[in-house]
């Protein structure tokens, strides 16, 4: 279990103020609601002796932290192979495949990254989600931070908050595109299916943005290269699906098959035999809460999706763009 023991002194600009909201400032690498809780169990101590919330501060007073974490996740541990690309003592970043569900639910009690990452680090048992800050669905492949430490948690939660954690994907899409852009619609729960996401107006859903650049044009499919700019459910399917080019292989949002006219074999067996969204995480940048490092992270296309665009361009060679 590990243990955490901090001292400092209340600065003489807190007095007259709470000792939470002090506190809040005192130790920002934590959240304000861990504090909270941390001061009602009694474990924060002012002058050495346990304090309301409220109580006023004079300043100059010694704070004190003697806290053990909690198990906070009760999962189980299981030997899941992770492809771990980087791992220092604060985080670690990985490379997760597609088919690999992320956070246990329904329907999913085990067998998903969060067990496996529980084996790989048991610590990670004390933080919330075990570390998780953000999450890719189940058949998207690529990068995801975790965090091994709560202050490196409170930093990456906050970072992802104020969109500094740079996101890049790579997506195959239905239909030939002309140039890039940006969406920016509102996305929340469709009313008529709970398992899809769909654009919203502003009082229903969420701000979300996302920016594609238009990387390759097939016969029928475009190759994009997406930025997200928020971080909703399904944002980049709901998104490329709206102005009407949703992702190849998607099984939610329409992505359903396309082939073009006079396709090659290969590439009708290859199209035919995608079955997820064609969507991979491919880079991730952010600055390292703990050391101030910028850090960057790049992964290579997974064989399917690579496979994939070698199909449509064998295709596009053979057949030429303005076949019909």
Known sequence: MTTIRQQAEVPLTAA???????LAEMFPEY?????????????????????PPRQLLRGGERVELDVELETEVRSHPEA????????????????????????????????????????????????PRAGIVHRLDKDTSGLMVVARTLPT???????????????????????TMVAGGTVDEPIGRSMGDRLRQAVRDEEDGKR??????????????SLLQCQLETGRTHQIRVHLTHIGH??????????????????????????RGFRRQALH??????????????MSFSVERPDDQRLLIEALRADLVENGPDHH
């Open 31 to 51: 959240s304000r609601s861990r504090l909270s809780s941390w001061i009602k169990a009694g474990v924060v101590t002012l002058d050495g002796a346990p304090a």
């Open 80 to 127: 899941i192979v992770l492809d771990i690309v980087h791992e220092d003592e604060h985080l670690l970043v990985l490379d997760k495949p597609a088919g690999l569900v992320v956070h246990p639910g329904a329907g999913n009690p085990a067998g998903t990254l969060l067990n496996g990452l529980l084996h790989h680090d048991p610590k990670l048992a004390e933080l």
């Open 16 to 22: 007259g103020r709470r000792f939470d909201q002090a």
């Open 208 to 221: 979300a943005v996302t920016h594609y650049r238009l990387r390759e044009r097939f016969r029928a499919h």
């Open 246 to 271: 949703p992702l190849v292989g998607d099984p939610l949002y329409g992505g359903g098959l396309k082939l073009p006219k006079g396709a090659t074999a290969e590439l009708a067996a290859t199209l």
């Open 153 to 175: 948690y409170t930093a990456l939660v906050d970072l992802l908050s104020r969109h500094e954690v740079e996101r890049q994907y790579e997506a195959v899409v239905l239909g």
């Open 281 to 294: 995480a491919e880079k991730l940048s952010f600055i390292h809460p703990a050391t101030g490092e910028a």
